[in-house]
């Protein structure tokens, strides 16, 4: 069975450019999200969908960070524009359902910001 | 205080000892926990979920302590392969995500 997809795998941006990642989640599975994970940190959930709607985007920041899952399947988070503070491993994991524990993660896209 | 807190370490063991790693939680509505591992530059991968009684998986054991709202990892007989970030990760009841503790960095020496 395929992972989850990512890409790209690495990404350098100056400051204020924009940025965007695409994730392909396990076939069939309902649930994406996307974490945000800053070196020497846990991930942090950024955004959670079930299908195409955002079940949970609470810690998105949402005057810099978008994403969207129009067709319920695959997934791209963008950032425009893009901070210093930005530069981390962008995971994206994918789930069964919303109440399945057991996420699989994707590789990540580590982004760097000068 | 921390929702998840846990010693970053790093815990440096020689092959075959065993070492144990704790991580509190406050949260006191959690129901679910989990460890994952991390490995440098890679993706976190479940590695077990931990159950009320306590659960084993070989060399790993996982305890719960809901009382002291921590849970634990041990590992005996420590091989190099399981050098590595171990996350642990709690759940509340209902439709809220998982949050991750910053990890613990686990290094076994030859």
């Known amino acids: 069975e395929a992972g989850v997809a990512q890409s790209p795998r690495y990404k350098i941006i100056e400051k204020r450019q924009s940025v965007a990642f695409w994730c392909n989640p396990i076939?069939?599975?309902?649930?994406l999200y996307w974490y945000q994970q800053i070196l020497g940190q846990g991930p942090k959930l950024l955004i959670q969908f079930q299908n195409n709607g955002v079940v949970d985007d609470s810690q998105l920041p949402k005057d810099r960070f978008s994403a969207e899952r129009l067709k319920g399947v695959d997934s791209t988070l963008k950032i425009q524009p893009a901070k210093l503070e930005d530069s981390a491993v962008y995971l994206c994991?994918?789930?069964?359902?919303?109440?399945?524990?057991?996420?699989?993660f994707g590789p990540g896209t580590r982004l760097t910001v000068l | 205080r921390k929702e998840v807190e846990q010693d970053p370490g790093p815990f440096n063991v020689p092959e075959g000892a065993t070492v144990a790693f704790n991580c509190t939680y406050s949260n006191s509505a959690s129901q679910s926990f989990f460890w994952y591992r991390q490995d440098c530059r890679k993706e976190p991968k479940l590695l077990m979920s931990?159950?009320?009684s306590g659960n084993e998986d070989g060399r790993f054991t996982a305890q719960l302590n809901r009382a002291s709202q921590y849970i634990s990892l041990l590992i005996r007989d420590s091989k190099l392969s399981d050098s590595a970030t171990y996350l642990c990760?709690?759940?509340?009841?209902?439709?809220?995500?998982?949050?991750f503790g910053k990890g613990t960095r686990l290094s076994v020496i030859a």
């Open positions: 994991a994918s789930s069964q359902t919303t109440g399945s524990h057991t996420q699989y």
């Open positions: 931990v159950y009320s």
């Open positions: 076939s069939g599975h309902a649930t």
């Open positions: 990760v709690v759940n509340t009841p209902g439709n809220t995500p998982l949050v």
